[in-house]
């Protein structure tokens, strides 16, 4: 069929990956698929299999950041990784690094902090919260570690803004497992890096 229907195809994976950044940033949405299928609805594209990819829609979000809250969104965002950071400081034994759309610079008002821990005794962490009085949710988050898909212990905290930050425990080994970069992956070192700037 050549190359305009793939054109057109792209297009509309453009235009939902801006409105699907557009419903992040001012719907409160966190959920990247939730809010891709939004925005194909809102665009009349209910059946498409052409989804952008979650860092398409991240890019879109940082220039719509960009664009319509640069006033606001950095102050929103020095407010998150400071609350990220403190946390970290408190959790320092366990090795703690930050992930997804605060450490990436997308998150918003709505956005939750994630934390990730390393320790093989994850009733340590437990313990370490329970003895610190911190208040917290107690579950579960399916991750991959070393080629498999494992449940590890998670605990989410609620902090004083409101903000939730979840904090997920992994086994030791899953810290060399290569898969942390700079970019996804921030220590406290980092972090504090990051508020310098």
Same mark, same amino acid.
């Given at each position: 069929m050549g190359k305009v229907p793939a054109q057109r195809r792209d297009l509309m994976r453009e235009q939902i990956a801006h409105q699907a950044a557009k419903l992040m940033a001012e719907g409160g949405i966190s959920d990247h698929a939730m809010a891709k299928r939004k925005a194909a609805r809102q665009l009349g594209a209910t059946d498409t299999q052409?989804?952008?990819?979650? /860092?398409? @829609?991240? !890019?879109?979000?940082? #220039?719509?950041? @960009? +664009?319509? /809250? /640069?006033? #606001?969104?950095p102050a929103i $965002?020095? /407010?998150?990784?400071?609350?990220?950071?403190a946390t970290m400081r408190l959790l320092q034994q366990f090795?703690?690094?930050? &992930?997804?759309? *605060? +450490?990436?610079g997308?998150?918003? !008002?709505?956005s939750d902090i994630?934390?990730?821990?390393? #320790?093989?005794?994850?009733?340590? @962490?437990?313990l370490f919260l329970l003895k610190h009085e911190m208040q917290f949710?107690?579950?579960e988050w399916r991750v991959r *570690?070393?080629?498999?898909?494992v449940n590890v212990p998670s605990y989410t $905290? #609620?902090?004083?803004?409101? &903000?939730?930050t979840h904090i997920i425990v992994l086994p030791e080994n899953a810290r060399h497992s290569g898969s942390r970069h700079p970019e996804t992956h921030a220590d406290i070192a980092a972090v504090e890096v990051l508020l310098a700037g």
């Open positions: 052409h989804l952008p990819g979650n /860092q398409e @829609v991240d !890019e879109a979000l940082h #220039s719509y950041r @960009v +664009l319509f /809250q /640069q006033d #606001s969104h $965002l020095y /407010q998150l990784r400071e609350e990220a950071l090795q703690p690094y930050l &992930t997804g759309s *605060v +450490l990436a997308t998150a918003g !008002e709505a994630n934390i990730m821990l390393f #320790s093989d005794d994850a009733k340590a @962490v437990l949710d107690d579950g *570690v070393g080629g498999h898909e $905290l #609620s902090g004083e803004s409101g &903000t939730l």
